[in-house]
DNA sequence: CAGCTGCGATAACATTTGTTAGCGCAGGCG
DNA sequence: CGCCTGCGCTAACAAATGTTATCGCAGCTG
């Protein structure tokens, strides 16, 4: 049940079943939550690290006034928090946009598996840059691009997060986040979501069904976002032996 | 010579001079950089983890269009790059604000140094955790602040982290960042920095000088940006053993 | 000294984005 | 069925931010 993280750090790394056993037989624990229940509340104490197996998650901090910025988004084989081993109280609420299925283990126990298996915690700092990478792509996003253009580039970084993690690719993108979400992600106003998602679907690049996105036009999109075709490649990063 | 690193680090654990003196003795060298000299290219090899001893850096984006994006600043006693013990490539570039002064390692030899003292690989990974920190709080100004308040932000940042650092606190901050790079920075125009900081100073919260800024009023300044007063502070973080 | 260059301030105007409000649709529930 | 409620779309208007242009000043250089 954590095979959605299997398939990521597979992408990269060479581990196996022998890797893993130990994660799944000793370390983590399932764990269930309902859409819209909190999964972190800013300023509890961390106490486990948690693998996303199924559903979709967003990490998100408020302001005073109420405001609110999602941080970034956590998929099926996203691993959180690893800087519960260090940090001890949450700057940030994680809260599941969908049902939600995770494993978790507590950080004692997380440690004693990963201090185990050198390969294992190389995959596992491995996450945490990754992040970190898709952190700075956030701040790009949101510091230098316009409204569409923040829409178009966070979809295909989306299906891009999805085909590494070996979900179905194709051109249909599964988008449980509401118009409010978007914007708290987008740094936009919900009514400039819908705005600037009307604009692209006529400009024939997206269109929306039930539940999803289809990209239309991955190469308008892509320009249109100026996204940049190495982000988060593999051959951008070194592969572990 | 990586003494704001010490004092950086001994902010939250506990470390002597007996941790760092392999540090210095085989692993790092000095090297200086002119203001505005490249210390990371884009696209580049990662070869070596650098510390800042005096000056400033910024890290950045460029998109295909030209414009910039400053993902965030270093300043002395700041790490980077950790990640490069793990990507191969550099996804963004370093400058040199101002003469640069720092301290680096080639990675082979930081790895060494930092499997042989636990405490310090562990002090080590904490600057990695904080400046994921620093990444999220960027996030935030982006995307849901003002112009004005991402400015006040900003810079009730970086007085925190030079604080931090053991560098001046009171109320005066250096400034070498121009109005071009705080436009790159916050993703403001240069001419609405202008206008935002103008507008700062008729509210008499900052005032400038030639090479700073004095921080007037930090109350209003804290109130306008929303910041948090917890950021970054060692009590929300758990303190090394 | 004259002229050049980099940097910063400001004004006028254009564009993007936010705000408020009204409407419609689908699902849950009495 | 009728009535909520949550969510989304759109319009009209307001505010924030971007763009272009001009000016000034300081430092450098012939």
Chains 1, 2 share one sequence.
Request: glycine share 8%.
């Amino acid at each position: 049940m954590i095979d959605p993280l299997y398939a990521r750090l597979g992408a990269y790394a060479a581990l196996d079943e022998a890797d893993f056993s130990p994660l799944r037989a000793a370390a983590f624990e399932p764990a269930l939550y309902d859409r819209g229940a909190a999964v972190i509340e800013i300023a509890t104490a961390l106490t486990h690290v948690f693998v996303v197996a199924q559903g979709w998650a967003i990490r998100y901090r408020l302001l005073e006034d109420g405001r609110r910025q999602i941080v970034n988004v956590m998929l099926p084989g996203d691993c959180f928090d690893l800087q519960a081993m260090i940090a001890a109280k949450a700057d940030h609420g994680v809260e599941a946009v969908t049902a939600l299925d995770v494993m978790r283990a507590p950080k004692a126990r997380f440690l004693g598996a990963i201090r185990a298996n050198g390969r294992l915690a190389t995959a596992f700092w491995w996450t945490a840059v990754q992040e970190e990478s898709i952190l700075r792509e956030q701040i790009v996003r949101l510091g230098r691009r316009s409204g569409r253009a923040r829409i178009a580039h966070l979809f295909l970084e989306l299906q891009r997060r999805r085909t590494l993690a070996g979900l179905a690719g194709g051109d249909m993108l599964p988008m449980p986040l509401t118009r409010d979400m978007l914007a708290d992600m987008l740094g936009l106003s919900p009514v400039h979501v819908s705005r600037s998602l009307s604009a692209l679907k006529r400009a024939k690049l997206i269109a929306l069904q039930s539940g999803g996105v289809v990209l239309l036009d991955r190469r308008g999109l892509a320009a249109l976002a100026q996204f940049d075709p190495t982000y988060l490649h593999a051959d951008a990063m070194a592969r572990l032996a």
